[in-house]
């Protein structure tokens, strides 16, 4: 089994910056993939930004030259630094990890969330 917490969420404003953390214990030696999603209010699950264990990096295209992912060298942390946050970023980011997919739907272990709000 594997537990990820998250920190580092809160409230900003339009146009600031928040730095995520998350954390595995456990069973983290198979943990390929570690990424970030995010759920709004009423919308789907979604990938925000996820890495692997080789170094590959997928973003979501809302995200892109915003938000950047990072594991730090011992592979059981991964780092969302978040800037020129916008208002539709507002949602509840999750930590999650896999041995092998960062399809939102296929991922093995999930953290409780981190809510990040964005005012105007």
């Known amino acids: 089994q594997v537990q990820l917490v998250e920190s580092g969420g809160g409230l900003v404003q339009a146009g600031g910056s928040l730095r995520l953390s998350c954390s595995a214990a456990g069973r983290t030696f198979d943990l390929f993939v570690m990424g970030w999603y995010r759920q709004a209010p009423g919308k789907q699950r979604e990938l925000v930004a996820a890495?692997?264990?080789?170094?590959?990096?997928r973003y979501a295209e809302s995200v892109k030259g915003r938000f950047t992912i990072s594991r730090d060298s011992a592979k059981t942390s991964v780092y969302l630094q978040m800037k020129c946050l916008k208002p539709e970023d507002t949602a509840v980011y999750y930590c999650a990890a896999d041995r092998a997919t960062w399809d939102v739907n296929g991922m093995d272990y999930w953290g409780k969330g981190t809510l990040v709000t964005v005012s105007p």
């Open positions: 890495a692997t264990r080789a170094g590959a990096i």
